[in-house]
């Protein structure tokens, strides 16, 4: 009995504490079957937070090292990855002059990378390899990425919008009582009158690299017409270049800037980084780029910001006329069809126009917003820049199909023409092998 009791007595304590247990599991369960999931539900959504993603590298290139500095300053990489730790941004600078070609070549290769920013120009080029955007977020809440559809759909959301600026030095101008032009005639009547006073250059013109001319030769025609999509009139005129069209008018008055000498003794022998050094130390009085210069200026030492201004490319005849100022619309991102990660890249593109980075990064990069209800401050450079009578917007766009036919077959480039044009070439004899050159490649578009 003495060895029978401790047994006993162990399975009578084990009745006792499942007798008791019974009616807390029974509590438990009364409650039903609908208390049951929400007990489970916390381990549930514990396991799915658990559940990593896999690691995705979105390839990003840029033309810009001024985006490249933005991007370093803002670190765009790693604020990204606070909220998608599965996914790196990997950034590649190329040379602006040779991305587009550089694109092509990777295209030919299936081998374009996850996120491809355009130029507007381009985006014909690359609509038969880039996905439609018609349902991003992005998109619908874009200005203008309705306004550059190729055919029925959006392809690329454009980053950012900015003016074209003539930048000056407001000390020089106070120096020579002058005020803010308002016409052409104003214009080229102030830079002269600094030419005079012999102590500045009144422009600075990187004529070396073609590009810097871009403000004059290929924006003026369209700001002449008033028409930001000039390019696809051309394309349907056979001689655009007579006497009378906004092409040749536009041209003229550019040719008389040229030719009275207002950019330098050698505005060809000079490049871009020097030309934008000539202004920064205040050899120049003028420099003509866009609203993205500003944020280039901010990282260029000893110049007093204070004494810089902007006011918008005067190029009407009187102020009676329509102030035309060109509003850019630039950078536009677009997916290719070959990326192996579309959906992270969407997701990448709509945080970069969200609240959490969108305007930080414009106001640091003085641009605005093409975002609806999103408005940036530009800043004191820009103070009365926009105080003009008449203002007309000209949103301006890189020409249709035809033109592109156009452009490519005669090789029409207008930069390169802005640089013969200061070299002294031949004036009216240029225009008249530019109407003959794009009429016989219009007569083959038919």
């Known amino acids: 009995m003495q060895q029978i009791r401790p047994r006993i007595t162990r399975i009578l304590c084990t009745l006792m504490i499942t007798a008791l247990m019974v009616p807390m599991f029974s509590a438990c369960g009364s409650k039903g079957s609908s208390d049951e999931g929400k007990t489970a539900q916390p381990e549930t959504q514990q396991q799915e937070q658990k559940v990593e993603k896999d690691p995705v590298t979105l390839k990003f290139p840029i033309w810009s090292t001024i985006t490249e500095d933005l991007f370093t300053k803002l670190d765009l990489v790693n604020e ?47 609509k038969d390899n880039i996905l439609p955007l018609d349902d991003l977020d992005a998109a619908k809440n874009n200005m203008f990425a309705a306004d550059f559809k190729v055919g029925d759909h959006i392809y690329g959301v454009p980053e950012s919008q900015f003016n074209e600026f003539v930048w000056y030095r407001k000390s020089i101008f106070q120096e020579y009582g002058l005020e803010i032009p308002k016409t052409w005639g104003e214009f080229i009547s102030a830079a002269k009158k600094i030419k005079d006073g012999g ?89 003509a780029l866009g609203q993205w210069f500003g944020s280039d200026l901010k990282s260029m030492k000893d110049v007093d910001l204070n004494d810089v201004g902007a006011f918008l490319l005067p190029v009407r005849n009187s102020e009676s006329d329509p102030f035309n100022t060109i509003s850019m619309v630039d950078t536009f991102f677009t997916i290719p069809k070959t990326s192996k990660y579309p959906d992270e890249a969407k997701e990448f593109i709509n945080w970069f126009f969200s609240d959490k980075w969108y305007s930080k990064y414009l106001t640091e990069a003085q641009l605005q917003s093409t975002v609806k209800d999103v408005k940036i401050d530009l800043g004191s450079m820009f103070k009365g820049a926009f105080d003009v009578s008449n203002l007309n917007y000209v949103l301006y766009k890189g020409g249709s199909e035809d033109y592109k036919k156009i452009e490519s077959a005669i090789k029409f480039d207008v930069k390169k023409m802005g640089q013969d044009m200061m070299a002294g070439k031949d004036f009216n004899k240029m225009m008249q092998d530019m109407n003959n050159s794009w009429k016989n490649a219009r007569s083959k578009l038919k």
């Not at 190329?94 to 081998?111: H, V």
């Not at 130029?119 to 690359?126: D, V």
């Open 80 to 126: 990204y990855k606070k909220e998608h730790p599965n996914v790196n941004i990997e950034l590649e600078l190329l040379k602006d002059t040779e991305y587009e070609n550089t694109m092509k070549i990777r295209n030919s290769a299936n081998e374009l990378p996850d996120i491809l920013p355009l130029k507007s120009s381009w985006l014909i080029n690359f």
């Open 199 to 287: 102590k500045y250059m009144p422009f600075a013109m990187g004529g070396k690299d073609a590009w810097p001319n871009y403000p004059f030769n290929e924006f003026m025609p369209s700001l002449v017409a008033g028409d930001g999509d000039y390019w696809s009139t051309m394309a349907t005129m056979d001689e655009p270049f007579t006497k009378g069209q906004a092409f040749y008018d536009a041209y003229a008055k550019i040719q008389e800037l040229y030719d009275g000498k207002l950019m330098g003794p050698d505005p060809l022998g000079v490049g871009f980084d020097q030309s934008k050094l000539m202004f920064g130390s205040k050899q120049a009085a003028m420099i």
